[in-house]
């Protein structure tokens, strides 16, 4: 079974960048596609970013041009670089597969996006 553990998150100002890392235990988390879900409080989780085993990606529109997703299949990591942030990417930022499987969720990094 897929265990991830997701890191990077933290308070920054309106227009800051952040990295968040999902690291994967197993070798399994090479063939996989990935992605980086988000859920915002009172909103359902959304993933806003994904990315296949050949590194074809694709994102939410409320992300493109901001966000970009990349993995290190020999590191078993999978990357979130957040620019231009906003308030209303202030979420819980989650990493899974796609689609996602339901045992592997973690808990999460919190991003924070206030002045």
């Known amino acids: 079974q897929v265990q991830l553990v997701e890191s990077g998150g933290g308070l920054v100002q309106p227009g800051g960048s952040l990295r968040l890392s999902c690291t994967a235990s197993?070798?399994?988390?090479?063939?996989?596609?990935l992605g980086w879900y988000r859920q915002a409080p009172g909103k359902q989780r959304e993933r806003v970013a994904g990315i296949t085993v050949s590194g074809s990606t694709n994102y939410v529109d409320s992300v493109k041009g901001r966000f970009t997703i990349s993995r290190d299949n020999a590191k078993n990591t999978l990357y979130l670089q957040m620019n231009s942030l906003t308030p209303e990417d202030t979420a819980v930022y989650y990493c899974?597969?796609?689609?996602?499987?339901?045992?592997?969720w973690g808990q999460g990094t919190q991003v924070t996006v206030s002045s």
């Open positions: 197993g070798k399994i988390f090479s063939i996989l596609p």
């Open positions: 899974n597969t796609m689609p996602p499987n339901y045992n592997a």
